[in-house]
């Protein structure tokens, strides 16, 4: 079960990459590169931290590292591809000088926006798997 999973995780991550590459015409490789790797690297970091902020009241943080990669590497592609597909769109048109400055700082306003909107969401989603988890794992060590 752990291999399917993996690999379906594996899978969204590569289509998210993938998807995402191809919002950015106009780059060359070594620029569309390194967009996907500080737009994945900041969606890490940002999914981890909120991942941490739900886990903080939780005592038993040792049996909650298991779900924390399934969680979090599932999580990256999903909040990458609601985020990253427009900005790559803003930031090709603004190279392209089809928007100016001031319109691509808006769209990175709203961007940001949506994103709070989703991990707040995720937050109390991950909040409520990891008490499902710790219930699972008390009832476990009790029967």
Known sequence: ?????????????????????????????????????????????????????????????????????????????????ISLVFLARAYTRFLAKQIDKNKLKKTCIKIAILLIVVFIIEFFYFRSVNQSMLQMAMESKGA
């Open 1 to 81: 079960m752990d291999v399917f999973i993996l690999l379906c995780i594996a899978a969204i991550n590569l289509m998210s990459i993938i998807g995402i590459y191809r919002c950015l015409k106009g780059l060359n490789q070594k620029q569309k590169i390194g967009f996907l790797a500080i737009g994945f690297g900041g969606i890490y970091l940002l999914v981890s931290f909120v991942y941490f902020l739900s886990t903080l009241s939780f005592e038993s943080k040792e049996a909650l590292e298991y779900a924390k990669q399934y969680i979090t590497f599932t999580f990256v592609p999903v909040n990458a591809t």
